[in-house]
């Protein structure tokens, strides 16, 4: 859509679709007016029998909503898809502040043109600043869709302040139109992320096909803004990714590409029970490597890892680390991805175990851009979090690379990380991948699976004219 009315000339900015009871579509987004005042407008496909979509037809008497008393003409934007009530009404929240805590106001209307503020907000925490694309959807604790019984209720915000998405886990009371988290102590804003590296701004929908739910997220650039003009584009989306409720733990989502992604692996290499000795790195014979879909499960000597807890590091974080150079005596060790011959360029994707104040193991999981290249003009920071292992579990890692893309999924992804980064050797047939274990106190048995991928070469689709 264009920004070419008085409601929207300064920008047509995030919206949401929802499908309605007889299959007619219609879309909330917010516009900038001419002053600047975020609103937020109704818009219908132009012809709905078009696949895609492509073009829309604005209300006439737009805007449909203008910000409530009490909250700032700039505060006030990304409508949610909207979701049935107990009532049969619909309701939808769209994100917000008051002073500097981060709320999600909330709507009921029927006819989309028409709404009722509710008295309370779906949520709200204090200190967390403006909330964008807030999202809400239900998860089944049972791991499967999104529906029936035993159900939790996600909310999720992008925190303006340091564009960041977080996400928690809660009940959601409909009579009202509040949200509850479990644990107040990770709530949103304050606990779990969707991603520890460049993501931003996701929106996730439920495909009633494959019921599922799908998730989208909004990769930026890390290099200059000089360096995008020249290339002529800048930003992509992130691989889809399915949404699941972590069962084990009960505090986490796991994410995890989409089946589809599978259709695109070709051939496979499988580098099985490779032991790496402390201090050591293998390279691994593959093709090219700047497409590759790698999966690893890395195992250790439970005996030795007794013997070393001792000793272990008493403190971790993966951004104020060293990265992969930095030794202890349970990690470094993982994978090196977009690796040129020397090493000179590479971007680490590994495991760090530390022993916590309490004298608990925590285990970390991290992506270092430190030397991912040597371009000068580029972000090369240290990205990563904890990762719950349960009793029992290998560790285990999915990466997907895509020339300058690396996205790591760690513990079948209950913590993801998104790089950027933009080798000038690593590239082509000069990537590499390599194993490889810096800790200096255990050594570590690896099994790789490495598939070459294939382009997803999208065709464009016969559009549909609308009348």
């Known amino acids: 859509m264009v920004a070419d009315q008085w409601y929207d000339k300064n ?6 679709a929802t499908v309605l009871h007889d299959g007619k579509i219609v879309m909330l987004y917010t516009g900038s007016t001419i002053e600047g005042v975020q609103v937020q407008n109704l818009a219908y496909p132009a012809n709905q029998s078009d696949p895609l979509l492509v073009h829309w037809v604005k209300y006439p008497h737009n805007p449909v909503l203008v910000p409530p008393p009490g909250i700032g003409p700039d505060d006030f934007r990304d409508p949610t898809t909207a979701w ?17 805590t981060g709320i999600a106001l909330v709507y009921d209307t029927e006819d989309f043109i028409n ?5 309370g907000l779906l949520h709200a925490v204090p200190g967390t ?8 959807f239900p998860v089944s604790k049972t791991g499967k869709n999104g529906s029936g019984h035993g159900v939790k209720h996600v909310v999720k915000a992008s925190l303006d302040d340091n564009r960041h998405d977080y996400y928690a886990i809660g009940t959601y009371n409909d009579k009202n139109g509040t949200w509850i988290p479990d644990r107040p102590e990770i ?8 991603d520890y590296g460049i993501f931003y701004a996701a929106k996730s929908f439920y ?3 494959k019921k599922r739910r799908v998730l989208w997220g909004w990769i930026g650039e890390s290099d200059s803004e000089a360096a995008d003009v ?3 584009w800048a930003s992509v989306q992130s691989i889809p990714r399915m949404i699941l409720f972590d069962e084990k733990t009960g505090t986490h989502l796991l994410q995890w590409p989409v089946e589809e992604t599978d259709s695109l692996r070709l051939k496979c290499k499988e580098f099985n029970q490779v032991t790496i000795q402390a201090g050591l790195v293998i390279p691994l014979d593959v093709d090219s490597a700047t497409q590759l879909d790698i999966e690893a499960e890395f195992k250790l000597d439970n005996e030795v890892l007794e013997k070393v807890i001792a000793s272990s590091d008493a403190s971790f974080d993966c951004k104020t680390s060293g990265g992969a150079a930095e030794r202890g005596a349970l990690g470094p060790f993982g994978l090196l991805v977009l690796a040129d011959e020397s090493r000179s360029e590479q971007t680490p994707v590994y495991f760090y175990i530390a022993k916590g104040p309490e004298g608990n193991l925590n285990t970390f999981f991290c992506s270092d851009q430190s030397r991912s290249s040597k371009a000068s003009d580029v972000d090369k920071r240290i990205y990563g979090s904890s990762v719950p292992v349960l009793e029992g579990e290998n560790l285990s890692l999915r990466i997907l690379v895509d020339h300058s893309i690396i996205e790591s999924y760690g513990q079948g992804g209950r913590t993801v990380i998104t790089s950027r980064v933009y080798p000038t050797e690593a590239i082509y047939g000069a990537a590499k991948v390599v194993l490889f274990n810096n800790a200096t106190g255990i050594d570590v048995n690896a099994s790789v699976k490495i598939w070459q991928m294939n382009s997803a070469f999208i065709q464009p689709y016969p559009l549909i004219h609308s009348l």
């Not at 049935?84 to 500097?100: F, P, Q």
């Open 11 to 16: 920008g047509v900015w995030t919206g949401s």
């Open 84 to 100: 049935l009530t107990s009532e049969g009404k619909w309701r939808i929240s769209i994100g917000s502040k008051i002073n500097k």
């Open 115 to 119: 709404y009722e503020i509710l008295d």
């Open 129 to 136: 600043g403006m909330w964008e694309c807030v999202d809400f």
């Open 187 to 194: 709530d949103v804003g304050v606990g779990l992320r969707y």
């Open 207 to 209: 495909d009633p096909n």
């Open 230 to 232: 020249k290339k002529g």
